[in-house]
């Protein structure tokens, strides 16, 4: 079972570059979410999809765009990639009546 | 504004004997807790999980207590093992105020736990 699959696992990118961070689950999950760890900081939402069609802001969403693509996919885009982005990503998903949510094994961002 | 705070950057341990790891909240309408281990390299992944209605939720070799009134839940491992060595992450989530699918999970900064054998 695949649970939820991020792309790319590691990208090093230039300040002012863009790129979009991919995710995808196959379990049938209607919640989506996006989080940075940093280090000292634990995990932070940045921004979540409660159903298809909606998004909303979490707690560090600036600098950043999501798109729910459809029920599976949730991507995050950095449209002007600066240093302080540099973290390591994770997207989650969970089922609506559920209260565990499941993470993917996360995406490595360096911004130089 | 951390509304969950776990004070205790690191922790080591010798296999067999119990590990604590604690973690407080500030925010009242908290309902439900979670704690989520991760190792290196890899997404955190769900532990054990308790509602505010319970003060104790047991699973095996970990159990979770949860202190309402100080606002304080602690997780013990008991014997600690060598691979339980990770960073384990307390996380809450105010069910009854966001409800379904709006809810949303607030985590702590983690523990690095280190048993050693």
């Known amino acids: 079972n695949a649970g939820v699959t991020q792309t790319p696992k590691f990208q090093v990118l230039k300040t002012g570059q863009s790129m979009t961070l991919q995710c995808a689950q196959d379990m049938n999950h209607n919640s989506m979410y996006w989080y940075r760890q940093d280090p000292g900081m634990g995990l932070r939402l940045i921004y979540y999809s409660a159903s298809e069609g909606t998004t909303d802001k979490g707690e560090v969403p600036n600098g950043y765009n999501v798109s729910r693509l459809n029920k599976r996919e949730f991507s995050l885009r950095l449209e002007s990639a600066a240093p302080s982005q540099t973290s390591v990503y994770f997207c989650?998903?969970?089922?609506?009546?559920?209260?565990?949510?499941?993470f993917g094994e996360g995406s490595w961002l360096t911004v130089v | 504004d951390q509304q969950v705070k776990q004070n205790s950057p690191s922790l080591s341990v010798q296999e067999g004997r119990i590990s604590i790891l604690n973690c407080d909240y500030t925010?009242?309408?908290?309902?439900?807790f979670l704690w989520y281990k991760k190792y290196p390299a890899e997404g955190p992944t769900f532990l054990i999980s308790i509602s505010s209605i319970k003060d104790k939720n047991e699973d095996g070799r970990f159990t979770v207590f949860l202190n309402k009134s100080a606002k304080h839940l602690s997780l013990h491992i008991v014997p600690s093992q060598p691979g339980d060595s990770a960073v384990y992450f307390c996380a809450a989530s105010a069910l009854a105020y966001y409800g379904g699918a709006t809810n949303k999970l607030i985590f702590g900064t983690g523990t690095l736990l280190a048993v050693q054998p």
């Open positions: 989650a998903s969970r089922w609506s009546s559920g209260n565990t949510i499941y």
């Open positions: 925010n009242s309408m908290f309902d439900y």
